[in-house]
């Protein structure tokens, strides 16, 4: 056999580098020629990797990242006493703020800070002159202090001799002072060593300290730590915020190394925080408002926690922010669940603004439209309105529903008029009960003038002469108005409800998920002094609610978010503000948790202790049954053409206590005959109205419907 060498074999075991797809291919002793190849690697130590890793790992650990923060917040304290010594010692401030007020176009802000700045040059030379004169100040000042406190040392040693008879007595007061010294010294150079040493960690903390308070606004320290602490809210994060948003006139303008104005600097109001700041030129407030979610994740806060709307030019925003999750709270508890009466002429509580502040909703000599998409509140704000008036013992409720709904079924004994359905027979019922409503105007109208008042007030409402307060409810207001047999009455008489019975004690809440003009008729919401806008879908709907000119002055329920800003809505006419910002109360009408029937129970039992019946059940339904009025009209008219201004009279002289003929007029009259297709003629710009016209209508309607197929009749 051949003797093997030593020599022979390789002299390094070598392993293959290339991986394989099989997964279980296990790596195999290769040759020379393979290293020659180039298809190995040699393995080796390979000491730069595994440094890497071990810095790697002790970087990313949570403990180092901890010590690195702290680190951190002793840096962002140095920075931020420099920037204070820079801005002390140095103009650096005043040009910040002039170059603001040159950019915001402020001519008179801006030369104010220029005098400023030359006002500082100023007293800063004279600082450093009257420096550098100090020693030489001092040293002339020093011979007559020093002969100054010898000769008071010496009087009042001349002065202890005298009363002690003691001549010694002349040094104790030089001797006192220098003990005194000498104790001072030795206090001074026991404490010097420990608080010499002590100085610079005294220094650390404090710059710690300041670089923590400051950590929200330094971009560098933040980190995902933090996100459980709520941020501070200042003027450097509001800041940050808008910058966030890469707006191109903001961005440039923070290039430019410029601040915003705040109008009003940010400080603490009710729940949350509040400022007003001018945007820089080209930005308006409406951009940052339909921006609202952006801004929000800029603020750490949702988007109903934020709410920027526009202040008293297009280009000022006025931001209210709320504290992180307190609006999750909503309104808190109906103020009068457990105990206590509402008074109509006060006003009922519905909610608390976003700062917190419970408000009422005035009642008396208005009128109210709630509107929104489904499920955002607007039923559960008429509930808290129609609670509150079912606690004032003078008040007398109407509700009716044209709907299968729950939400007003609980109040139907404290009701004198409770309508719920969708079928035709409850259409038709709720037009003779708006027709009833009518003649209560007319009558009530009679009553002020016999009782020779204005107005229906406290005094005269408790009285119970047919004067107390009246409120009532159309919920889901368009599906009547759009019935398509009743709905042009019903609309006609709403109408003149909102028009004359607000004087009258009568206030009517209109509520719907529609408020266009082709579902309410504009005359009713002009007539709603009260408005409560929920999230909507459109200008539109929003102005409908809020009045005309609402959304192109920012005041926008489009704004609020569906689910998100839920019972949140926008109201008019409620404080001296042009809207406010309100979170309705909820009352519950469910079966296992019903708010309302107590308070219901509360009202019953109040009047009760008075000897009082529920208000209006008394009074007889002044209703002697619906009139047709095609039928009068064929009886009151002849053959011959007759102006349309004289048929209301003729109306009148026919039927004088039916209440819709008393205030009728040619030109809704008019109106109500084209529902029914009759044409008025206009001759020598007089309109005439022809009886053919109107028997050969109502000749071709349908017989069973004589008595109910008045559109637009008005009782």
């Not at 027709?435 to 003038?449: F, K, S």
């Amino acid at each position: 056999m051949t003797e093997s060498h030593e020599d022979d074999q390789p002299p390094v075991s070598l392993v293959k580098s290339t991986r394989t797809d099989d997964p279980g291919t296990d790596l195999t002793t290769t040759t020379d020629e393979e290293v020659l190849e180039g298809t190995v690697l040699d393995v080796r130590p390979r000491p730069v990797a595994a440094v890497r890793d071990v810095v790697t790992e002790v970087v990313t650990h949570p403990g180092s990242r901890t010590v690195g923060r702290q680190v951190l917040y002793v840096a962002a304290g140095g920075v931020v006493v420099a920037r204070r010594l820079w801005d002390a010692r140095t103009t650096a401030r005043y040009e910040r703020m002039l170059r603001a007020a040159e950019a915001a176009g402020d001519v008179e802000a801006a030369l104010e800070w220029e005098a400023r700045a030359s006002a500082f040059r100023k007293d800063r030379h004279a600082r450093r002159m009257d420096l550098l004169e100090l020693p030489i100040r001092l040293l002339s000042a020093l011979p007559r202090v020093a002969a100054g406190v010898v000769a008071l040392l010496v009087g009042l040693g001349a002065l202890l001799a005298l009363a002690a008879d003691d001549p010694h007595q002349i040094a104790a007061p030089t001797l006192a002072v220098a003990n005194a010294v000498q104790l001072l010294v030795v206090i001074v150079g026991v404490a010097w060593g420990p608080l010499l040493l002590a100085a610079p960690w005294i220094a650390v903390a404090a710059l710690w300290r300041l670089g923590r308070s400051q950590a929200a606004s330094i971009g560098w320290i933040a980190t995902a730590d933090d996100t459980d602490v709520d941020l501070v809210i200042n003027e450097t994060t509001i800041a940050r915020a808008l910058e966030a948003l890469r707006i191109q006139q903001i961005t440039a303008y923070f290039k430019q190394g410029l601040l915003l104005q705040y109008l009003v600097p940010v400080r603490r109001d009710g729940r949350g925080t509040h400022t007003i700041v001018r945007l820089p030129a080209g930005v308006t407030a409406e951009r940052i408002a339909r921006r609202r979610a952006d801004l929000a994740a800029g603020l750490h806060r949702l988007a109903k926690e934020v709410w920027p709307t526009t202040g008293s030019e297009a280009g000022i925003l006025d931001l209210w922010i709320a504290d992180k999750g307190i609006l999750a709270e909503g309104a808190g508890p109906y103020p009068l669940l457990e105990e206590g009466l509402a008074d109509l002429f006060r006003g009922v509580p519905i909610g608390r603004t976003l700062r917190g502040d419970p408000i009422p909703a005035p009642m008396m000599e208005r009128n109210t439209i709630v509107g929104g998409m489904p499920g955002q509140g607007k039923s559960a704000l008429a509930r808290a309105l129609m609670a509150g008036a079912a606690l004032d013992p003078t008040a007398e409720l109407r509700i009716w529903v044209p709907d299968a709904n729950y939400d007003f079924q609980v109040f139907q004994r404290r009701c004198t008029r409770y309508v719920m359905g969708a079928a035709r027979h409850d259409i038709e019922q709720i037009r003779d009960d708006l027709r009833e409503l009518h003649q209560e105007v007319q009558r009530r109208g009679d009553l002020l003038v016999q009782y020779r008042t204005p107005e229906v007030t406290r005094t005269i409402a408790s009285r119970g002469v047919g004067l107390h307060p009246l409120v009532c409810l159309l919920e889901e207001a368009h599906v009547a108005i759009n019935h398509p047999e009743f709905g042009a009455e019903i609309a006609w008489l709403l109408v003149e409800t909102t028009r004359l019975g607000r004087k009258r004690g009568i206030h009517l809440i209109v509520s719907t998920q529609a408020p266009t003009k082709n579902s309410i008729p504009r005359d009713v919401t002009r007539n709603c002094t009260n408005g409560f806008a929920f999230a909507v879908g459109d200008h539109h709907a929003n102005d409908a609610l809020l009045g005309q000119g609402a959304y192109a002055g920012g005041h926008r329920a489009t704004e609020l978010i569906p689910g998100v800003d839920r019972g949140t809505c926008i109201a008019k006419g409620i404080t001296g503000e042009r809207s406010d910002i309100i979170q309705a109360y909820f009352l519950d009408v469910s079966e296992h948790n019903d708010q309302v029937t107590p308070l219901i129970n509360r009202a019953i039992t109040e009047l009760d202790r008075r000897g009082l019946p529920v208000p209006g059940s008394d009074l007889p339904r002044t209703s002697s049954g619906p009139r047709d009025l095609l039928d009068d009209l064929d009886q009151v008219l002849g053959s011959e053409r007759v102006r349309l201004a004289d048929v209301p009279v003729l109306l009148r002289e026919l039927a004088p206590d039916w209440g819709p003929y008393r205030t009728l007029i040619g030109s809704q009259l008019r109106k109500r005959l084209e529902a029914y297709g009759i044409r008025v003629t206009n001759t020598g710009n007089v309109q005439r109205l022809d009886p053919a016209e109107v028997r050969r209508a109502r000749a071709q309607r349908p017989t069973p419907d004589r008595t109910t197929a008045d559109p637009d009749q008005g009782g």
